[in-house]
């Protein structure tokens, strides 16, 4: 089988969110399993050195970006077995940021247009063509209707990924002209137009031959007002060919028993270097070194999606228990100032570094004991995941994919890997930070086979790429 898995971003190249980390450990793991999966990118100014040194130049050819007529240049490089292949062109790529530009339309209509034009040129004609997110969206709708001629694409299969629907891609009608190159009849005739605009993810979904979520909870949300984005009524429409896959984590990179970036490694048979984490990250933190207290971390940006206008609602209650909280993260000012301003007051119990730290990230996996994760809408999210990789229980809003991954504690039956909380208010998150506080205070046994059933429950990618290879093989 052969699959081109098409994407904006792609660790550990360039990333700014968890398509990155799907675009890289998800083909590694379909090469695994004899594959012939490649993945095809941008060619950022922002990708290390050391990975461009590795690049090897195959061509370039012209691209006709409507009435523009833009250079396109083909990259590859093979990593841990993997072919990538970089759509080369300064014009559009060469900048600090992936994105937030306002060319941001017209910089993924040419890397799509690339992209579809290069496939001939590099002699890759995929079974399946795996699309990610509204900048490769237009995919399916351009090998339907503007590239339909060419025999070689018309038994392509396409899959269209929706990592986020929050993000579209809104323009204006007349840059499906202007950009693609195209007739405005499916504009005019409503397909490709919502709310008049021209609306990237939505001609994916009517266009792609089947369309996934990553969890299954959010594949059922999407089709609801309250979470679709404006897109639900066409999601329930298209709903025959909707289905959710969990994303996994790296278990290469994500592993407390030989974690570069921890001192002390632990595993389920022995758990003693997570005591030893624990009390690192307090000293590295500047929290006095107690185990009997139990330490509640946060790695995230700190936005009102991911839920902290609740937890700084919550924290003058929160921090009267005997606890301590360690933050680690940027985003709203006021959040940041808020977080910074409880640290100051209560110095014993709460330290915050407004950072991105990739080590500190991991020591506080490693180090806590309690993950807070209270998001209003989560996709899937990752780091609940790698937190009970390292023995750190999460608490969590269960929606999406927190909803699928952490399973609440039963007391009566001591199953469980989390807490959850179901109405996203500042006291039912209180309510479920409280429950874990309790459970650590009163039963350490108990909460030591929590911890052993959140380590054991498997996340790997090794998992998650056969449900993507039954949905593959179901389209042809």
């Not at 999966?37 to 461009?52: D, G, N, T, W």
């Not at 929590?450 to 090794?462: E, G, P, R």
Request: aromatic residues 14%; hydrophobic residues 40%; proline residues 4%.
């Amino acid at each position: 089988m052969k699959v081109l898995f098409a994407a904006a971003e792609c660790a550990p190249f360039f990333k700014t969110g968890g398509l990155g980390d799907v675009a890289y450990a998800l083909p590694k793991e379909l090469v695994k399993k004899n594959v012939d999966c490649r993945v095809i990118l941008p060619f950022y100014q922002k990708m290390p050195a050391s990975y461009q040194a590795q690049c090897v130049d195959l061509f370039d050819f012209t691209v006709q970006v409507g009435w523009r007529n833009q250079y396109c240049g083909l990259k590859e490089l093979v990593l841990a077995g993997v072919t990538y292949y970089f759509i080369d062109n300064q014009y559009y790529f060469g900048r600090e940021a992936l994105y937030g530009y306002d060319d941001d339309g017209e910089r993924y209509a040419f890397f799509q247009l690339a992209l579809v034009e290069a496939m001939e040129r590099l002699n890759f004609i995929p079974d399946v063509l795996h699309a990610n997110d509204y900048h490769t969206a237009m995919i399916p709708f351009l090998l339907k209707e503007k590239y339909r001629w060419i025999q070689n694409f018309r038994d392509i299969k396409t899959l269209l990924t929706i990592h986020n629907i929050e993000f579209q891609g809104w323009y204006d009608g007349g840059k499906l002209a202007d950009w693609f190159g195209v007739g405005m009849e499916r504009y005019e005739d409503g397909t490709l137009r919502m709310n008049n605009c021209l609306n990237y993810m939505k001609a994916g979904i009517l266009y792609a031959d089947r369309v996934n979520t990553v969890s299954p909870s959010y594949a059922e949300e999407i089709k609801t007002p309250a979470f679709g984005s404006g897109l639900d009524v066409i999601l329930r429409m298209e709903s025959g060919k909707l289905s959710g896959i969990l994303n996994g984590i790296d278990y290469d990179l994500n592993n407390p028993e030989n974690d570069p970036f921890i001192d002390h490694h632990f595993s389920v048979a022995d758990l003693s270097g997570k005591a030893l984490a624990k009390a690192q990250l307090q000293e590295l933190m500047g929290l006095p070194v107690v185990s009997e207290v139990p330490l509640l971390a946060v790695v995230s940006r700190l936005t009102r999606q991911k839920g902290f206008h609740l937890l700084l609602e919550e924290l003058p209650h929160l921090l009267q228990q005997e606890v301590q909280l360690v933050i680690l993260g940027t985003g709203d000012p006021d959040f940041e100032r808020g977080f910074q301003w409880f640290a100051t007051e209560y110095p014993e119990k709460m330290a915050a570094s407004i950072s991105f730290d990739v080590k500190l990230a991991q020591q506080m996996y490693a180090g806590s004991d309690i993950f807070l994760m209270p998001s209003a809408f989560e996709p899937c999210g990752l780091s609940q995941m790698m937190a009970m990789r390292y023995g750190s229980l999460p608490v969590v809003h269960e929606i999406g994919g927190l909803k699928d991954t952490v399973t609440p504690f039963n007391p009566v039956t001591g199953t469980g890997t989390g807490f959850g909380f179901n109405e996203f208010s500042g006291y039912q998150c209180m309510k479920a930070m409280e429950k874990a506080i309790r459970l650590y205070h009163e039963s350490q046994p108990a909460w030591r086979r929590l911890m052993i059933q959140a380590m054991s429950t498997d996340f790997s990618w090794q998992t998650a790429s056969l449900q993507y290879l039954d949905l593959y093989r179901s389209l042809l």
